[in-house]
């Protein structure tokens, strides 16, 4: 008796997780809306940092994670939507804060940034291994600080140097546990979709 193993779903190349669901505008605005969310509610997960304005949260994880799932135009919309309701007034940053009259205003605008780039990377099947995964993870967390620290040091008076000590060295640690997270969820998903890395 032969049993016929199970077909293995083959993706075709450029397709990013938020591909798999069934097409429409619909879905597209849902997920766009959803990203924007998840973002916001990682954010209040936040712990002050002792000397910077800046305090360690979930929202950079969830940037990320919203722009390689979704894609670079989806994400871009998902991180923009975001930073304009933030902006507009919603107390959804970090530390349930609002506006754009912050000094960690930089790293929102970095978020934005970073997940249409990762979305990019995602399209080329940087986020279906667990190296290209890595690798994707920490080129999106360089584009948040080098957009972050900058504003931030403009934004406070600090030196360059101050706010590479304010608002980059006390969150390094953290970043590696979230690309770490990242490196075993993402290619897990496209393993479960039937996709190998």
């Known amino acids: ?14 397709t990013v997780l938020a591909d798999l669901l069934p097409a429409s505008r619909v879905r597209d605005v849902a997920l766009v809306v959803g990203g924007a969310a998840l973002t916001g509610l990682a954010a209040q997960l936040s712990v002050p940092v002792p000397g910077s304005p800046v305090p360690v949260s979930g929202q950079t994880f ?23 309701v933030g902006m507009a007034g919603v107390p959804w940053f970090a530390e349930a804060k609002s506006g754009y009259a912050m000094p960690s205003f930089g790293y929102v605008l970095g978020m934005l940034l970073a997940a249409t780039v990762v979305g ?44 590479v000590a304010a608002g980059l060295t006390p969150f390094l640690i953290g970043d590696a546990l979230k690309a770490a997270l990242a ?3 993402l290619p897990a998903a496209w393993k479960l979709a039937g996709r190998k890395g």
Request: zero cysteines.
């Open 62 to 84: 969830a940037a990320l994670l919203v722009g390689t799932a979704l894609g670079a135009r989806r994400g871009f919309l998902s991180l923009a939507l975001y930073a304009v």
């Open 120 to 163: 990019a990377l995602a399209r080329r099947g940087a986020d279906r291994s667990v190296l290209r995964t890595a690798g994707t993870m920490v080129l999106g967390s360089a584009i948040i600080y080098a957009v972050g620290v900058p504003y931030l040091a403009l934004a406070t008076g600090m030196s360059l140097g101050q706010a």
């Open 183 to 185: 490196m075993g969820a």
């Open 1 to 14: 008796m032969s049993t016929a193993a199970a077909p293995v779903r083959t993706l075709r190349a450029g």
